[in-house]
């Protein structure tokens, strides 16, 4: 068994990958004027400093006690959720803030099917992100017997 197997490996697949689709959204956010691809480009950089720090807690989070640290660095994987939760919370008013100064003071989308074509790619980005971490799903899971429940 190699060093990045089963999840490490996903969550790398998807950090190169949601990298690509955030360069990609936020280039042509900026070029097409588009808050709503701009905002979906922040999203992607959300999930991808989660998929990041989620990385890095389950890496430390298998480091055992010792003299310097009693507890190990069990804790790592909550500190992790804990920050990208801080994160989430300032992109969305940041958001938040530009929609209202857009509602007040409209703008137009320029080159909006390029921006239509990547927002829809970016919809499909978030559905192979959902299927490639989808370990446990009904759909997959063999049937049961109704009168047992087994």
Wanted: glycine fraction near 8%; aromatic fraction near 12%; hydrophobic fraction near 50%.
């Amino acid at each position: 068994m190699g060093r990045y197997s089963g999840r490490s490996s996903r969550l790398i697949l998807m950090c190169v990958l949601s990298l690509a689709i955030f360069a990609v959204e936020i280039s042509v956010s900026y070029v097409g004027n588009s808050l709503s691809l701009a905002s979906d480009a922040f999203a992607v950089l959300s999930h991808l400093i989660s998929m990041i720090i989620g990385l890095f807690g389950v890496r430390f989070s298998r480091v055992r006690w010792h003299k310097a640290s009693t507890f190990g660095f069990s804790r790592a994987e909550v500190l992790g959720a804990f920050s990208n939760a801080v994160f989430a919370t300032a992109l969305m008013f940041s958001v938040f803030v530009e929609a209202i100064k857009r509602f007040i003071n409209p703008q137009k989308t320029e080159k909006a099917l390029l921006v239509l074509i990547i927002g829809v790619s970016g919809l499909g980005f978030n559905v192979l992100n959902y299927v490639i971490f989808m370990e446990c799903c009904y759909c997959y899971a063999p049937p049961r017997d109704a009168e047992t429940g087994k």
